[in-house]
C-alpha cells in the first residue's frame, strides 16, 4: 500500500468573501476589519505590522483616519511598510509613499521611525537590495515576525489591491518576478503600467503573512475578479492575483461592481 506523505505546506483554505453592496460599504467594513485586527495584533505581541499597497487602497482606508477608529486604535504600535514602490523620489505624485502620507499616514499618530520608505536615489535594483536588507534586519532584531514555512518575515497584516489585468503588488502578468522564490523584494524597469521602475515584494514573501486582505472595487476589475472567483477560474496561465495562497488568513473586500460578472 503506497503511503501517503505529509504535505510541505499547510493546503490553503478558500478565501472569506465580503461582497458589499457599495465601496462606502468596503470602507466601512475595511475599518472594522483592520482595527480589530490592530488590537489583536497588539494584546499578541505588542505591534501590528502593516504593509500597505498604492492605487484606490489608500482612499478605502479613509474610515480609519475618522471617528470612531481613528482614537481608538493604538497608532504608536504600528508599523508601516510598502508591498511595492515606485522608483521616484518620495514628494513625487508617482510614489507610493507620498500617497499614503497625504491620504492616511500624515492623520494617524504612528511615530515616524516605524514608518519604513524604500531608500532614495538608488538604482531600482539597489532600492530592492537594501528594502529586503532591512527587512532581514527588522527580523534579525525580533521587531517583524519570521514564517516557520518561508523563514521570511511574516507581517501581521498585507493590504493589496488588485489592477484591471490581476497584478498585484507590481507583480505583472508576463513578467519573470512573478515567479521568484528566493528574493523577498525584487525589481521591475518596465511595468507595464507607468512608472516603470519599481520595487515589489515576492509572491513567497506575500503568501508568508499572517492575514491578506485583498480589497477590490470599481467594475474595471470585474473580469480579473471572475477568473479569480468565478467558476471558469482557470486560464491554464493564472493571473498574478491568483498566485495569491496565504500561510495565514485570506479575505476579500468586494464592493457590487467589482462582483458584477459574477454568477
Ligand atoms: O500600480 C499599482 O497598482 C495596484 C492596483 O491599483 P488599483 O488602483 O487598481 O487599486 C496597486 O495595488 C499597487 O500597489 C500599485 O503600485
Redo the contacts with the bound molecule.
Keep these: 500500500k503506497s503511503k501517503q506523505l505529509a504535505p510541505s505546506k499547510p493546503i490553503m483554505t478558500s478565501p472569506k468573501l465580503n461582497k458589499l453592496e457599495s465601496e462606502e460599504h468596503v470602507a466601512d467594513a475595511l475599518a472594522a476589519y483592520v482595527a480589530d485586527l490592530s488590537s489583536k495584533s497588539i494584546a499578541d505581541h505588542g505591534s501590528f505590522s502593516v504593509v500597505?499597497?498604492?492605487?484606490?487602497?489608500i482612499d478605502t482606508m479613509r474610515k480609519l483616519v475618522q471617528p470612531p477608529y481613528v482614537g481608538k486604535i493604538d497608532w504608536k504600535n504600528w508599523l508601516i511598510f510598502?508591498?511595492?514602490?515606485?522608483v521616484v523620489p518620495l514628494d513625487h505624485p508617482d510614489s507610493?509613499y507620498k500617497l499614503a502620507n497625504d491620504g492616511f499616514l500624515s492623520k494617524v499618530p504612528i511615530p515616524k521611525a516605524n514608518i519604513y520608505p524604500i531608500k532614495e536615489n538608488l538604482s531600482p535594483e539597489k532600492a530592492a537590495e537594501e528594502y529586503e536588507e532591512r527587512l532581514k534586519q527588522l527580523v534579525a532584531n525580533k521587531k517583524l515576525k519570521t514564517s516557520a514555512i518561508t523563514g521570511m518575515a511574516k507581517f501581521d497584516l498585507m493590504l493589496?489591491?488588485?489592477?484591471?489585468d490581476g497584478?498585484?503588488?507590481?507583480l505583472f502578468c508576463w513578467h519573470f518576478q512573478r515567479f521568484e522564490k528566493k528574493k523577498w523584494v525584487t525589481f521591475i524597469t518596465d511595468?507595464p503600467?507607468p512608472p516603470p521602475p519599481?520595487i515589489t515584494f515576492t509572491f513567497p514573501l506575500i503568501n508568508s503573512a499572517s492575514e491578506i486582505a485583498m480589497?477590490?472595487?470599481?467594475e474595471?476589475?470585474a473580469d480579473a475578479v471572475k477568473v479569480t472567483l468565478g467558476e471558469h477560474a482557470d486560464y491554464g496561465y493564472p493571473l498574478p492575483v491568483q498566485k495569491v495562497k496565504p500561510e495565514g488568513g485570506y479575505t476579500w473586500f468586494l464592493d457590487k461592481e467589482a462582483t458584477s460578472l459574477l454568477k
Design positions: 500597505l499597497s498604492g492605487g484606490s487602497l510598502w508591498l511595492d514602490e515606485r507610493n493589496l489591491g488588485m489592477g484591471p497584478h498585484v503588488a507590481s511595468s503600467k519599481r480589497v477590490v472595487t470599481g474595471d476589475a
